[in-house]
């Protein structure tokens, strides 16, 4: 996209959808990017429907969590600060102000992000209107509940340890097989959320594999179900605050 | 405690719990201190079983959510940024760290203080060991699941929209009655959560009482086995990590 | 209080008080507490006669200075860096412009929190007048020169090495005698100020007791007279200023 | 790459190269990312020839200057303040000596964050070596003087006002010449720097186009070739650093 | 001074002094300056007799306080922020420990930087002794009390609302006498310290001439008596503590 | 100058001006104050022949780079954080605003203060216009190309590695001859640069002496004609779009 068609876009009414996501840890068989590919491509498939301009994706997140994704004790998870990330995120929201749009969407694929959008968020536009602006936070892209009807156990990622497993694995199988190592899929068994966390982090605290609940059952086919459920969960939230008339 | 007092805590091996709460709308029924007096009362209950010194609590906490606690357009709400808690919370670790404390607990009664109380510990301790130093992070004193077996609805606000309803309404009776205005009770239904959060907030976007589903029902009752529950939980968890031999 | 309180509170022209103390060491005979008992029992005491919301206290406030508090080489002494203390200061300060304070209050119960309080309201409300709201520092709650007409000794601790003495550890007396460990009374002379401090805190720079002047001679009713003179002292200031009509 | 492979290259001594790119107008004929591309392209082609892991490209940079590229009065143009550049860069850096490398390249293709990145990595590693991390700084990719030996007028962006001008079309029309609009060409004559900036940037101040030189000339031929000169010209600085016998 | 010269200082286990002053009105009668020029002339006096350097004196010190310097209502009057006062300290004593330095001085010219010098001190040394560098914090340059044993009035700033008065005018008398404007003498009679301060700074809060009780009686022969009085007492802190051996 | 003179200065329309220099180490026989001096001198008169107030010198710049003026290895060399400059930078900024001057230059003279005068100008002025405040920013005060016409080496240090060299040296001969040490001048040949800046810097990256292209050749007659040509150059700017019907 050339400056001149951000400008036309600005023009017509358009939103823009900005992808928080991480460079994390995902198991021997899934990249470090695995966040990234599947929240982009996601943004990607929502904004065909919609009049969205997709901004580039934020490729690093707030800090893993031990139970949510494996935890700062992984070679390759590279993380930011919370501050960090708080200053990306509104620095950016300016930006799209400056710009003209003022349909903006937060959306992140990476649960730690949470809160730390809101407060960029915040940051920028207040609890209370002084302009036209405004932005929706979108801290998980699934629905509640299963994915998909006749496969129970395919649940998003925030409900709990499901990081690099079924969920994750069927995106990638779907979006990116070629980045799929099958021939790695883990077996081991969901790891017991104790409650709380420690730090350091002890030894044997989460999965040493990385893998919080095992991949195996993974397939193309719920990669590609959960994704369309993912978009049309998105698609219709967006769609109802910003495009009421429009979709 | 004086000074001595805590000199000698820290000679016997003694712990250290720190409650992050927060002064919040809790409805019309009940005080804006709500969090901080449960978070506190919980704490010092807990410590009532174990050598643990509890310190101030930590009286302002992270923003408000509006589908959590109603948000930042109740008057009344005082809460910081993410940046100020972080560097609360992380200053004093630097202290306890100072006096000797090595086993230290940083406790959340207010879920909105979720992922910062970790930062804050993470930017004090690291992921990864290089003194004796360990931070246990409770983002929520409630197990999972019902609180109570024959009452099915008591259920910690963590899960949802629980806010100023039946189990902090309860709780309240419990601990503190003469501050709860049984004649305000709100029978709202609980408000349904879009997925997805708006800055600035819209009117109506939360519910206009505060009361995020409903305060009937509670009872001193309820509220004193929920206590108990909650100390149960929180204590063991410490108990597991800290004090493995002394319990 | 709960919201709805606050909110009539604000719309009938109601202030707001703050009091900034500390968690510091006061000697083997008093507890770590005793600055926020002190400020927010005075603070409550004032606001009787005006109207006038008490916020929760800060606990915590800016490093002890060694000649004054002792410093940070105590034990169970738990400060906060100068950044992070301007940073809730002006966090709060916002919130209670949100909720539509116009009459504001920082009053310091710690002699540290100096410059520090003012620059948090400069902040926020900046030298010249862009809205109503006006913040009022009181940096020392006891007047200049004794305290009581015949006890010239008793004078409030920002003239000098006063801290943990006679005046404190009588206002402990009357306020919290149950407290204070009359059994531990320190007789030490007052340490010479050498005019100036030094890093990292020299061995013997201050008094090992961390009582500055001695506490021999503090009694209840000196206590009360100096509660009731500091009292009658604040609420004159806050008066004056906010109240010229109405007290 | 999945966690296990990081591990593994920093098991064999490789090295990493983070790019710093920049969204940013690039004229009606590039695109926003052309910073990215390019910069990604590079660092891609780089490794090629060495043990280097290739980090995702940070697609957000310092403020556009007015005379270097266009600066911040064009859509699209979103950018970072500088604080956060640096926060963000660091952060990256302690990940990376956390995973184990020891061999870092920070390669910038966005003149703008020039000192910036050599900030980020001063706080990490200091001026003086107190472990093994080895930190280094490239601000331009492109060797001083003419890039093409019978193309004189080929010069990198560095030595003035040179952007989405002949050199960058060329390069992005043999990248990715499916983005280069060659039907938006713009033949501005070269704008004068005037050996200052002014803020607010007046009207006029740089071109209206955001082509800072002219574009007509570019050809994939030149933008292969300039492509093939800043490769070697960069992969000689890491390998003669990083890989002094193993090139 | 020649780097190579810092360096043989250094070696020769030489101190270095910083003095913090500020750019502040001093009435109508005296430069900006004020606080620099006394600031800077006191140390270079100061260090004649110790083997002391002295370093470029900070010329911008923390925002004026209405009560002591006339606030931050005057033109002229240049300020930072606490938090930037306490950062430029930290980073100046950071490169001062790199070059060698073990005796450091930092010396206030500018009763508002009262505990941010502490901080900045504290945040680089700590409160323990982990290496050998020592910093000496002198808040004030001149003893308690009255400064020439026939002129009782004749007292430092630090005391109360003498600023432009009588001291400062003398000492700019003896020390500068081409930079006061005897013709704009003020005999305004002192005002009277409230017991607070108020932001906004309400209209007549300060003296409107910027000076605070009179300049009336000042004399150079007042200023040379109170200039080496000040002298006699920041040599005499410094020289037994660092060169008890050597004075 | 008093306060009254700036309020009149700032009554009549004039301008200010603020030089960023640096305390830095200048080989052998030069002072660390060189940019300092020379920066002043140079902004004292241009001052003289435009309406412009000159505020004191910043004389602490930001980190020293080794291929520009040594890097952060010499002692003396005394430099502050990229944050810590941009915030002393914005606060005087808002300060000149604030007393009423809308006409502000930034000089620097220190090539490493590049980007961070721009940013904190950025910060307080912003791209568009809010207010009538014009920041004129000078990254150098040299012209491009030779200085003088028959002495074509005599180019100024931001075209590269002349530092402390014959242009530095003449400057200080004609500006300050009693601080330059004529017998200590070197005759090291030119380094060359890499095209990268490495952390750790290694031993032998930089001139041992500090001077990183030779001062032997400089004269106080090139210094002479450079300084002119340096005013008339600064002069020119400044006239040109703050005084266009002034000069």
Same mark, same amino acid.
């Given at each position: ?23 994390? *840890? +995902? ?51 590279? #993380? ?18 400056? +710009? ?40 998980? /892209? ?9 496969? /129970? ?9 499901? +990081? ?5 694995? @069927?995106?990638?199988? +779907?979006?990116? /097989? ?21 730090? /350091? ?13 095992? #991949?195996?059952?993974? @397939?193309? *086919? ?17 769609? #109802? ?7």
């Amino acid at each position: 996209m050339t400056w001149e068609e951000v400008d036309a876009a600005v023009a017509r009414g358009a939103g823009i959808i900005l992808v928080a996501a991480a460079t994390e *840890q +995902h198991g021997p068989h899934l990249p470090l990017g695995t966040d990234s590919i599947i929240g982009t491509e996601l943004a990607l498939e929502v904004a065909r429907g919609l009049d969205l301009v997709v901004a580039p994706t934020l490729t690093y997140g707030y800090r893993s969590r031990p139970l949510s994704g494996g935890g700062q004790r992984f070679p390759g998870t590279t #993380s930011v600060r919370a501050t960090t990330l708080i200053a990306v995120v509104s620095d950016i929201l300016r930006e799209f102000e400056r +710009h003209g749009f003022r349909k903006i969407v937060l959306l992140a694929h990476h649960m730690e992000n949470q809160h730390l959008l809101y407060e960029a968020a915040f940051e920028v536009v207040g609890p209370t209107a002084t302009n036209e602006t405004r932005v929706m936070i979108i801290e998980c /892209p699934y629905p509640p509940g299963p994915l998909i009807e006749d496969e /129970p156990t395919v649940r998003p990622p925030a409900v709990g340890l499901d +990081h690099a497993s079924v969920l994750e694995t @069927s995106l990638m199988l +779907h979006l990116r /097989p070629e980045l799929v190592h099958e021939d790695r899929f883990v077996d081991d068994p969901m790891i017991t959320d104790p409650g709380y966390d420690l730090l /350091p982090i002890p030894d044997g605290f989460t999965a040493a594999s990385g893998v919080l609940s095992g #991949s195996r059952g993974a @397939s193309e *086919q719920i990669g590609e179900r959960a994704f369309d459920a993912a978009v049309q969960h998105v698609r219709a939230m967006i769609a #109802s605050e910003f495009f009421a008339n429009s979709d």
